[in-house]
């Protein structure tokens, strides 16, 4: 039940019931049980995997969502990343598609909280890999709170690359206080800072503000987001660059 969720984005009560051949109270039921785990949220007459304005989706619906977006973004930003140096990337799966391309760009340091990530990068011979602690989190399958927050001030890296849930026309938000810190802490501890979001992002707000998107060095969005939402943020900000799907 909770691969059909993630896989449809959305469903009812009612057709959950129908293609898995159980009751309506045994649905209930284990989407309780679902949403006890991070997975889903229930809503009126049926469940979620997709994000709100104040809930971050699960790990599990992320990693398959704008698959070729996040690529297209991905190459772009690796552009900027020169070997040698050292890049800091946040738990977005954003920066995960990221991480696919710097082994061509070893020899490098990478400095991360993504537990993805850093199964990815630990077999890389030519890539110094820092892994960020603190407490982990299945939801999100990464290191946060405090101890995160103090391992990321240890450190300074040439670029940090984050992504947000939302953007609007002048800041980038997320949903969770306690990413909004590592977020911050991590923009604090790059000397460029890239904004790297795919288009279903803009236009966009969640509970919490993470930065104005002029603190960011360059904002990468990929080219299927729709024009006009791209020509606005063109228009505020000289930094945008769009990756060509």
Known sequence: MAEHIVRQGSASVTELAESFGVSVMTVHRDLDELERQGMVRKVRGGVTAQASNVWESNIAYR????????????????????????????????????????????????????????????????????????????????????????????????????????????????QEQEIVLVKRAMLRAGARRILAVDGSKLARVALHRVAPLDDFDAIVVDSAAPSDLLQRLRDRHGNVQVAEM
């Open 63 to 174: 990693l398959q969502a704008h698959t070729a977006e996040k690529d297209a973004i991905a190459r772009v930003v690796a552009g900027m990343i020169e070997p040698g140096g050292s890049v800091m990337l946040d738990d977005s799966t954003t920066a995960l598609a990221v991480a696919r391309h710097l082994g061509d760009l070893a020899p490098l340091t990478v400095v991360t909280n993504f537990l993805e990530a850093i199964r990815l990068l630990a077999g890389s011979p030519d890539i110094r890999l820092i892994a960020l602690g603190g407490e982990y989190r299945a939801t999100h399958d990464s290191f946060l709170g405090l101890g995160c927050v103090d391992a990321v001030e240890a450190v300074s890296t040439d670029v940090v690359v984050v992504s947000t849930s939302a953007v609007s026309d002048q800041y980038a938000f997320h």
